[in-house]
């Protein structure tokens, strides 16, 4: 099994030490980003070394720009890079893993392709525009995702998981905002 994760060096043991006593089967661990093309490429290669193969991709990539179309309280509106970050981070590297999964031989024969959106895919969220489209973006891309790579196995769906309060969510400047507009409908 491949655990592939992006967390602070100083978290990163223990996070090993949990995978390890919830998996204790052989688990390769990875710590990196997976929106570089080079790191993937080293990763792929660990795995074809390894043997491994996917049965289950499961994209939750929490890196995105949250801000205002048209910012309040002296704030820069988001930008163009700040689009395209979140849009090639939380929606096309899903469909660029899979792509390159196929290429490198590593599908087991039925496999299943799955990614987490949130509400703010269907719903305005305060500060949370980029990420919103992205996650639209995610849900339209799986449905032809879904369509197009079923003659090879691939079963694609979107999980829409809510709102969890996690340190990623705790980064985003509105979190507290984003938490109350979700549990309120407001």
């Not at 978290?11 to 990875?30: D, G, Q, V, Y």
Request: charged residues 20%.
């Amino acid at each position: 099994m491949l655990a592939w994760f992006r967390e602070r060096r100083s978290r990163e043991e223990s996070l090993l030490a949990e995978f390890h006593s919830r998996h204790p089967k052989t688990i390769l661990p990875f710590n990196g980003d997976i929106t570089k093309a080079n790191v993937r490429q080293q990763v792929w290669n660990e795995c074809r070394n390894a043997g491994i193969q996917f049965h289950l991709l499961l994209h939750s990539v929490a890196r995105g720009s949250p801000g205002y179309l048209n910012p309040i309280k002296n704030q820069k509106p988001l930008s163009t890079v700040d689009f395209n970050l979140t849009f090639d981070a939380m929606a096309l590297n899903w469909f660029f893993v899979l792509q390159e999964l196929i290429q490198h031989n590593l599908l087991a024969t039925h496999m299943c392709n799955l990614a987490f959106s949130s509400r703010g895919g269907q719903r305005v969220l305060p500060g949370y525009a980029a990420i919103g489209t992205a996650k639209s973006a995610l849900e339209t891309l799986a449905r032809y995702m879904a369509v197009e790579f079923a003659n090879l196995g691939v079963r694609t769906n979107v999980l829409e998981i809510g709102i969890t309060d996690t340190p990623a969510l705790s980064v985003l400047p509105n979190s507290k905002e984003l938490l109350h507009a979700i549990v309120t409908g407001k």
